[in-house]
């Protein structure tokens, strides 16, 4: 252990009764609520971003591998779904599924009401996770090769605008050739995401009756989508499934396919960065004040060791240690505080949200390690920085006026 450390160790457990002991214990909880605040912050609206993006994801998938077209529709032309790719995609590393899929634009008429939505069906190989705990009742239906099913899956938005529950049945109309065709569905399950946008748009039922409806043979479908194990690979493997699809097919990532929802995502990102930046300026407001006290309360100590040969640079360096001290404490209970709070929202939803402004009724919470460890870092990291010019004021200190000093 150096002479400064020993100094500033003595300082520490001598300050409790001395005039600086509140000005400390203030700046501590300074640093200790500012890094709760950024921590609970960061995980509040990067779980709101990431349950956004999830739900996006979950109506349109990572990548959507389709027939180049123009036509800005909802509507495909019809693709083969024995593309070569379909089977080494699964195998591609980064990549956990791929699926096919059909979609068709349509019109719900009931007694009352007429809604335009878009039909998307789904075959065998579809992956319901995404809605196992977004259906609030009835179920999945299950896809056959040999006949089209006729259970449909609607959202709480469309059920409750249509005056429909699971179980009900559900007729359609959809323009074949400029002839409006019927088909009659049951409702087999009502789904809630929360996104009104997607949640009024699409509904769920067997790929077949497209089929059937565009008069395809049962190897037709729209396209298909790819879903991937990792967000930030999304680049990435964009550009390795487009080199897959072949000249004649167009693979487009969520990104490009919703450009608007990610950019209003990307902007909540200033809000963090604000709140990030108020944070840490209150916590080095504090601790600058804080130092200054401490400098000052030891004047006659830093006298005391200036006149037996002890440099600026040393003095400085007990006055930092003292601090660094103060922020690690201050660091402590911050994220004990701000990991708790996190927690305890993930673990019992006690904060809840009206689904309707927030699209999602509970606030989310995303705790990312990485997070954790950057926020800490850079607190640190800036406090300290902003202390190295108060700490200046030692070597302002004369050392016969010091010891004078009362």
Not at 217 to 239: A, P, W
Not at 255 to 267: A, I, K, N, T
Not at 278 to 288: D, H
């Amino acid at each position: 252990m150096n002479i400064e450390q020993f100094i500033a160790r003595r300082l520490i457990k001598g300050s409790p009764g001395s005039f600086s002991a509140p000005v400390i214990r203030i700046a501590v909880i300074s640093v200790a609520l500012g890094l709760a605040v950024m921590i609970v912050s960061v995980a509040i609206v990067t779980g709101f971003q990431k349950q956004i993006r999830d739900k996006i994801i979950g109506f349109s998938s990572h990548i959507q591998i389709a027939k180049f077209d123009s036509n800005n529709s909802f509507e495909f032309a019809p693709i083969s779904k024995n593309q070569a790719f379909y089977r080494t995609l699964q195998k591609t590393e980064g990549i956990k599924h791929v699926q096919v899929f059909a979609t068709k634009a349509g019109i719900i008429k009931t007694s009352e009401q007429i809604q335009g939505v878009v039909f998307k069906g789904v075959g065998t190989d579809f992956d319901w996770s995404f809605f196992k705990d977004k259906l609030v009742s009835g179920k999945p239906f299950s896809t056959r090769d040999t006949t089209a099913g006729t259970s449909v899956i609607i959202s709480q938005n469309l059920a409750d605008l249509l005056k429909i529950k699971t179980g009900d049945p559900l007729r359609m109309y959809f323009i074949i050739q400029n002839m409006a065709r019927a088909r009659r569905f049951t409702v087999s399950g009502i789904y809630s995401t929360g996104l009104a946008e997607f949640d009024l748009k699409f509904i769920f039922g067997d790929i077949r009756q497209i089929q059937k409806l565009n008069g395809w043979s049962q190897d037709s479908v729209s396209g298909f989508d790819v879903y991937i194990n990792d967000f930030k690979e999304l680049d990435r493997i964009g550009k390795v499934v487009y080199k897959e699809a072949g000249f004649d097919l167009n693979a487009r990532t969520v990104r490009e396919l919703y450009p608007q929802m990610f950019d209003w995502l990307e902007l909540q990102d200033m809000n963090v960065i604000i709140i990030l930046i108020l944070m840490v300026l209150v916590s080095g407001m504090a601790m600058i004040s804080s130092l200054l006290i401490l400098i000052l309360e030891r004047t006659n100590m830093i006298g005391i060791l200036k006149s037996l040969g002890a440099r600026n640079l040393s003095i400085r360096r007990i006055f930092l240690y003292n601090a660094a001290y103060i922020i690690g404490k201050g660091l402590f209970y911050g994220n004990i505080i701000g990991i708790g709070v996190c927690l305890i929202q993930q673990q019992f939803s006690l904060i809840t949200l009206p689904q309707e402004s927030y699209f999602m009724s509970v606030v989310p919470i995303n705790l990312d390690v990485i997070h954790l460890l950057i926020l800490n870092a850079g607190t640190l990291a800036t406090c300290t920085l902003m202390l190295l010019l108060p700490s200046l004021v030692v070597t302002r200190i004369s050392p016969v006026k010091a010891i004078r000093f009362d």
